[in-house]
């Protein structure tokens, strides 16, 4: 099957400037994830959808940074206005999940990252 | 609050020689432990899971409950085994180490 998309791999904007990132999760995946990972720190969890409803955002730094599931596939998100510590690997991941199951055992499935320097 | 703790950034081996990769953690609930590598150039990819109990590529982890632990073992590392590795928690959502760089030497 095919993995998770992620675009664009690789952003370099100015502090105060906007980014948007893209994510397409595997087909048929209910939950689809946004994490940040700083150099030399692991992944963050940003958001969590389970379809197109957030299931936890309480790392998200919701001044800034936004995210939507439109129809419950694709994701974006959005950090506007940058800043210099927003520098990072934006990883989105997602996972056949669809909540109803107490114990998950579901595989998450990373895509490649978007990577962000803001300078 | 979940936690997960890798005390080493870098775990240098030589080929043949056995590897261990430390991970602890903090959960009042009933953890899913997991075990996640990123070899060079490549996606963040799931090695094993807790409650799989499974070998793969020749890597096994067990849950010690009372030590709070799922290390990450090998008895015979590999080159091919270089990569970094991230020890993972899910309870109320999937928390990650800030993991280990694995480093084979031939």
């Known amino acids: 099957e095919a993995g998770v998309a992620q675009s664009p791999r690789y952003k370099i904007i100015e502090k105060r400037q906007s980014v948007a990132f893209w994510c397409n999760p595997i087909?048929?995946?209910?939950?689809l994830y946004w994490y940040q990972q700083i150099l030399g720190q692991g992944p963050k969890l940003l958001i969590q959808f389970q379809n197109n409803g957030v299931v936890d955002d309480s790392q998200l730094p919701k001044d800034r940074f936004s995210a939507e599931r439109l129809k419950g596939v694709d994701s974006t998100l959005k950090i506007q206005p940058a800043k210099l510590e927003d520098s990072a690997v934006y990883l989105c991941a997602s996972s056949r999940n669809d909540g109803r199951q107490k114990f998950s055992g579901n595989t998450i499935y990373f895509g490649e990252g978007s990577w962000l320097t803001v300078v | 609050a979940q936690r997960v703790t890798q005390p080493e950034k870098l775990l240098s081996v030589f080929k043949g020689a056995p590897v261990e990769l430390k991970c602890n953690y903090s959960y009042s609930g009933s953890p899913e432990l997991f075990w996640y590598v990123q070899y060079s150039r490549q996606r963040l990819q799931l090695l094993l899971r807790h409650i799989s109990r499974e070998s793969i590529k020749g890597f096994t982890a067990d849950l010690n409950k009372g030590e709070t632990s799922f290390h990450l073992k090998k008895p015979f590392a590999q080159e091919e085994d270089s990569a970094m590795y991230y020890c993972a928690l899910k309870g109320n959502k999937l928390v990650f180490g800030a993991g280990t760089i694995l480093r084979v030497k031939s």
């Open positions: 087909s048929g995946h209910a939950t």
